[in-house]
């Protein structure tokens, strides 16, 4: 609705100042132009790591006291929750949701992804991706129970290779 009157930009700073059609000012606020703030916006690519931990046992419980286990809090819809948030992992992995969609499309290819999950009990922390060897690090520590997925280049020993990230995310949900 809002037209724009003009714009500077210096370096990666950016201010604009907009007029209203149907309130009659032009940029102006009580005899004053108004602008919008200057903000910095990174639009330079590199390289990062995502790592997390999610533990479907804790899903939907409610602690009010630190210590209370919360396990009477337990929601019916749990199954629907763990899939929610499975998906959440899937839609942020693979670029369809997260910070700027909005306005700067990310440019997001993911190179390869371990996926460690356990029927049985709690997995130790992933290594960090710090480390060059940090798959081979990360499968290194889990129990022999768990189960390692991976998608990418250079699969390491102990992992199941999938042809995807889809194919992992199929299978986790099958899980539930």
Known sequence: KGVKDKEKKSGQQT???????????????????????????????????????????????????LGSSGAEQKPKDLPNRIRTAIEAYRYLISGQMGASLSHALPHMNPRELLVCYSESGPLPFPVSPMYSDYITRTVGLMPEHAEKLYWGNDAPEGVNRMNSIDEIFRQLLAKV
């Open 15 to 65: 201010q604009t100042s907009t007029s209203s059609p149907e309130s009659g000012n032009s940029g102006n606020v009580g005899g004053e132009e108004s602008a919008q703030m200057l903000y910095n916006k990174s639009y330079a690519s590199g390289i990062y790591a995502f790592v997390s931990a999610f533990d479907a046992a804790r899903v939907g419980l409610v602690e009010l006291e």
